[in-house]
């Protein structure tokens, strides 16, 4: 497996994040290879023109022309995932913010997530934000609250909204190993 990884400055991709996600998918998938590939300094050309002021629409074109152009690069590249990583403040964490996310977001069609999360959360971030990539759901309903959904039997689970650990539950395991994304590693 292949994770392109964009960093838009260095040490931003959190160092224990190979090895715990490693960890994760060998104890659902066996022995799984996990390549983490660094992602050109080309991307930058779609989100640096982010300096000025967001309205709605120009944070919705930025993230967008993003997506297009990890789509363009890696279009003759079938069998990768992508995660870009931003620090705060950033052009991409603005217009993210922007269009109504906290610390990241993931597209699993298109295998694209991006995080910004805080130093202190970074690892746990990352790592839900690319499990969503694997089509993994929150283990937390998308309400007031953000409670724990029954299906999440691990109170460390950090698919559960807030936690800020390295573990996962049952639940997540088995999505793991149905994963259509996954099937041919």
């Given at each position: ?9 260095k ?40 300096n ?41 964490q ?78 997540v ?13």
């Amino acid at each position: 497996m292949i994770i392109y990884v964009y960093q838009e400055k260095k040490g931003l991709l959190h160092p224990a994040f190979k090895d715990r996600l490693s960890d994760i998918l060998e104890s659902c998938l066996g022995s799984t290879p996990l390549d983490l590939l660094p992602y050109p300094a080309i991307f930058a050309n779609a989100i640096n023109s982010a300096n000025a002021p967001l309205d709605y629409v120009a944070a919705a074109t930025l993230v967008n022309d993003a997506i297009i152009a990890v789509k363009n690069y890696v279009s003759d590249r079938p069998n990768y995932f992508f995660l870009g990583v931003f620090n705060k403040p950033s052009g991409m964490q603005r217009a993210l913010t922007k269009l109504g996310y906290q610390w990241g977001v993931s597209w699993p069609e298109d295998k694209i997530s991006f995080d910004y999360a805080p130093e202190d959360s970074r690892l746990m971030n990352q790592l839900h934000e690319t499990l969503h990539l694997f089509g993994v759901d929150d283990c937390y309903e998308d309400r007031p609250g953000h409670p724990a959904k029954v299906t999440c039997g691990n109170s460390l689970c950090f698919m559960r909204y807030g936690n800020n650990t390295s573990q996962v539950c049952a639940h997540v395991r088995e999505q793991i190993k149905a994963s259509e994304q996954l099937k041919q590693y």
